[in-house]
């Protein structure tokens, strides 16, 4: 139950808090006066969509807060989603705007949570119902799932999903093991080639390539390198030339710098370099001739190289990568051809348990089949017996069950067929049903399902509009018995189910401040008899004042009457827990911590 409403800098309105009571709460107001701004403020709360426009002009932030009587069955789930559990529910919205920006944040009893935890719970605190919603009942999936909700038939339906969903996979399994068959051999094949090929080539080092080049350059320029490297000998270790080579001056050197370290030590360091660098010269020396000495044309090696080198690179060109990558493509092909060749399940095999999931999925359909037929018998009745009192005494209504093609939802199709006049065949809703009939029907339906759903308050949004007098009446009436069990919330012009509310609220606009910037703001009231009295005359219209004060009173008379019947009757009958018995209470599904 929505105990209280705070609504800060959202459309017109500047600030406003509401106090709901239970049983029936009606608003009333001009057209226009703000009375479905309230409703999106109660549709934000709960996680509606949310735009710029929502936000008071001249403000950058609105926030709707709402307290709820927190329903008992929601302790686990509440648990689970780390929400403090308390006797009351604190549901916050924050819009903020920035620029063309806007962000949101929801809360619940000070904890911030998803949108769709808070769908979740808004299925057990708030329902919204007009005749915005025909195009909802008038699709056969809305339709079908309606049915299964009515009859708690989720289980079943989910249950055929699994069939599905297996038997889509298990034909799924079965087409590309077709597809790889028919792949097989040529792939096979290929693979084969292509190991075969690649295997010959004896690929084993990524930088084959470059050693095998440099190689190549040193076989090709050996007459140079042993003409250079004799040449570098002589310099640096010993020159045929009568000239001095670099270790015969390096030597005289050390000898004139030991003469020197006898008479100054200070130059010891400078000694010790030249000694080390007349042993390295001399090491270098000797072994640049030996490097020398080793070389040896080669031509049929170099020719070897040349060859290799030149197949690699074709190799490499034809598959379109370098050698490492090369590599890589031979131990996959090899690890590909080693699963084509290698058993795994067979068609026949495959087949078979496709059979075996389809004979599951179609048992799963056959009984939700059954389930449906046995709640459409119920829906059937218990609509009819709904909508009789609402002015269609000689009403049909039909939930037409055919078959279809399995899927994840089963087997059937689901058609609400309708016909609200005597001799008039049954059709589709969408068909036959006018704006009238599909507020009532609508309205007829909710009362079938308040029996079995936990929604703590239902609101209707001008669930009258476009029928007469009479069935006016009939629709406070029914709303009226509605609120016997829970808080109703409804939107109304009509002065007949003004004068049924337990709770009347007036809504109005108002211009506040001075006329040079004077600005609009939404205002509400709740009304105390007299103002109600004056409300209601106002909604009725009449000949003169007294006329409407008069009819103002008679309608609220008769309203006290109906009430105080529907009481004793209520008294008589068995308890709300006995009657709702043979149901059981839904609940969220719990879910695990965040």
Known sequence: MLLSLHISNFALIDELTIDFARGLNVLTGETGAGKSIILDAIDALLGGTVSARLVRSGTSRAIVQGTFKSPLHLVDWLQANEIIVAENLIC?????????????????????????????????????????????????????????????????????????????????????????????????ETLRMEVQELESAALEAPDELIALDQEHQTLNHVVDLQQQSYQIYQLLYQNDLGES??????????????????????????????????????????????YGDRLEADPQRLEEIEDRMRFLKHICRKYGCNLGELIDRLEKSQLELAG??????????????????????????EKLTD???????????????????LGMAKVQFLVDIQPQIPSGNGADNVCFLFSPNPGEPLQSLAATASGGEMSRF??????????????????????????????????????????????????????????????????????????????????IERLEPQRRREEIAQLAGGHSAA?????????????????????????????KKSRRSHKKTKTVPVKKAR
């Open 92 to 188: 916050t919205r924050e819009i903020s705007r920035t620029g063309g920006t806007i962000r949101s944040k929801l809360r619940v009893n000070g904890t911030v949570v998803s949108k769709q935890i808070l769908n979740e719970l808004r299925e057990h605190l708030v329902e919204i119902t007009g005749q915005g919603q025909t195009s909802q009942i008038t699709a056969a999936h809305q339709q079908r799932q309606l049915l299964d909700a009515y009859g708690s038939l989720e289980a079943d339906r989910l249950q055929v999903n699994q069939h599905f969903q297996a038997w889509q996979q298990a034909e799924k399994n079965l087409t590309q093991r077709q597809q790889q068959q028919a792949d097989h051999a040529f792939r096979l």
């Open 371 to 389: 389930r449906r037929q046995q709640t459409a018998q119920k829906l059937q009745q218990q609509l009819v017996a709904e909508l009789k009192p």
């Open 442 to 523: 609508l309205l007829a339906l909710k009362a079938c399902f308040s029996v079995i759903t936990p929604t703590g308050t239902l609101i209707f949004d001008e669930i009258d509009t476009g029928v007469s007098g009479k069935v006016t009446q009939s629709i406070a009436d029914k709303l009226q018995q509605l609120a016997i069990d829970r808080q109703v919330l409804c939107v109304t012009h009509q002065p007949i189910m003004a004068a049924m509310a337990d709770v009347h609220f007036q809504v109005r606009k108002e211009g506040v401040g001075k006329k040079a910037q004077e600005r609009t703001v939404v205002k």
């Open 340 to 365: 084509l060749t290698g058993k795994g399940e067979s068609i026949e095999e495959l087949q078979a348990l496709l059979d075996t999931c389809y004979a599951k999925l179609l048992k799963a359909c």
């Open 245 to 290: 080579a670099a270790a015969d001056l390096l030597s005289k050197a050390e000898n004139l710098l030991v003469g020197c370290v006898d008479i100054d030590p200070k130059l010891q360091p400078l000694l010790d370099v030249v000694s080390d660098s007349l042993t390295q010269i001399i090491d270098v020396g000797r072994r640049i001739n030996s």
């Open 547 to 575: 006329d409407s004060i008069a009819f103002a009173d008679s309608l609220l008379s008769q309203a006290t009457a109906t009430k105080q019947s529907a009481a004793s009757l209520a008294e008589n009958l068995p308890s």
